[in-house]
């Protein structure tokens, strides 16, 4: 059986709030840009380093910024850690996909067709986000965050192989608030890529605005789930857009988090997220832990190709958009057969670049509105990929 060893509280929680910024538009991203203006210069004045948020940009958030808010890429290059210079108590910058494409089709069963998915339109579009990241940000990859949490084993080796260290993943397969689990506060590691994966604590989501009326019941509310669970860390998130319906009360609600945190003491400590991944390597703190090792002790009988995602926990297309999903399948099986067969290299890169704009509209959680997102613009470049993929 799977045993772990459970965490001292010696140590202090360390904890972090991950926001998913997938912003396009303009004037979306000014007022992210103004969010996080506010946040990364936070006590300045007095030498303070700001509040250590993740930020989970996609690479077209990353362009959209650089439109609008250039005063937001000075205050990441100034205000941000890097991976060549980390410090846990600020702000870092993890990414995702430039198109918020998904690591893996979950409509997609032949291991052929994924794989070639994985290596060619996944690669490509982490790529894109990498370009843009060291174009407007200066910064190399290290955190990854992918689009709606959807992961699996065999994902892991392009990103291990563009330059990341580590993943952010959906904690609901992982266990429910229980006396002692203890899974969603371990650092865990794939096998094959070496890469690191931490696990969100889905319970207790930052954006829950009704449970938690107060940052002051919020962070209370960590620290007993972290003891109840025992867990040394916890690593939450959602999306940016619940704080940015009105910029000045989520800056107050964010600000007043960490300042809640600081007021702790030694009980918990408010780091960004790759300072979990440290702390996996510092006395103190348990070390990396096999992650198809724990998914085989679960149940799961094929760790590497198992999918997951955060609204899917149990891998059962409960969420997918069944008439995209199978336009999706037969999509990438044309273009694999294309590509196997020796087809124009140039026109398969054109009906790929295409097909990326509407990668991400397979998946949606369970509200109605998502169930047919944006169909003129999904129709309209599904059409030209195929187009494109016939003058293969």
């Not at 940000?137 to 290290?142: E, N, V």
């Not at 899974?183 to 930052?206: D, I, Y």
């Not at 910029?247 to 609600?253: P, Q």
Request: hydrophobic fraction near 35%; glycine fraction near 6%; proline fraction near 3%.
């Amino acid at each position: 059986s799977f045993v772990f060893c459970l965490v001292s509280f010696v140590m202090p929680i360390l904890f972090n709030i991950c926001l998913w910024c997938d912003l396009g538009g303009d004037d979306m991203a000014r007022k992210l840009g103004k969010l996080m203006d506010r946040l990364m210069w936070l006590d300045h004045e007095t030498g303070g380093k700001g509040v250590p948020i993740s930020w989970a940009l996609t690479g077209q958030t990353i362009e959209a910024l650089g439109r609008v808010s250039p005063s937001t890429l000075e205050a990441i290059r100034w205000r941000t850690t890097s991976k060549d210079h980390y410090a846990w108590d600020k702000a870092e910058i993890v990414t995702s996909t430039f198109h918020s494409s998904l690591l893996v089709q979950p409509s997609v069963h032949d291991d052929r067709v994924q794989d070639s998915y994985v290596n060619h339109f996944v690669r490509e579009d982490v790529k894109r986000t990498n370009k843009a990241l060291h174009e407007y940000l200066d910064r190399t990859p290290r955190g990854f965050c992918p689009s709606e949490k959807v992961f699996n084993v065999f994902s892991s080796h392009v990103l291990s192989s563009e330059g990341y260290d580590y993943v952010i993943i959906g904690g609901e397969h992982f266990g429910s608030d229980s006396h002692g689990q203890g899974n969603k506060g371990q650092v865990f590691e794939t096998r094959a890529s070496h890469l690191k994966v931490l696990v969100t604590a889905n319970e207790v989501n930052p954006s829950n605005f009704a449970r938690y009326p107060t940052a002051e019941s919020y962070v209370d509310d960590i620290i007993a789930y972290a003891h109840r669970n025992k867990l040394g860390r916890v690593l939450t998130a959602c999306d940016v857009d619940f704080f940015l319906n009105n910029v000045d009360e989520g800056f107050e609600r964010l600000k007043w988090i960490y300042y809640k945190t600081r007021g702790q003491g030694e009980t918990i400590r408010f780091v960004n997220s790759g300072a979990l991944v440290d702390s996996a390597f510092q006395s103190g703190y348990h070390a990396p832990l096999c992650l198809e090792e724990f998914y085989l002790s679960r149940g799961i009988t094929d760790p590497i190709r198992f999918a997951s995602s955060w609204v899917n926990a149990e891998g059962n297309l409960e969420y997918i958009n069944h008439k995209r999903g199978e336009d999706a399948r037969t999509y990438l099986e044309a273009w694999e057969n294309k590509r196997a067969n020796g087809g124009n290299w140039d026109a398969l890169n054109r009906s790929l670049d295409v097909w990326l704009n509407i990668a991400h509209t397979v998946f949606y959680d369970n509200r109605p509105e998502w169930l047919n997102f944006m169909p003129e613009h999904y129709n309209e470049n599904l059409a030209k990929a195929w187009d494109r993929l016939h003058e293969a």
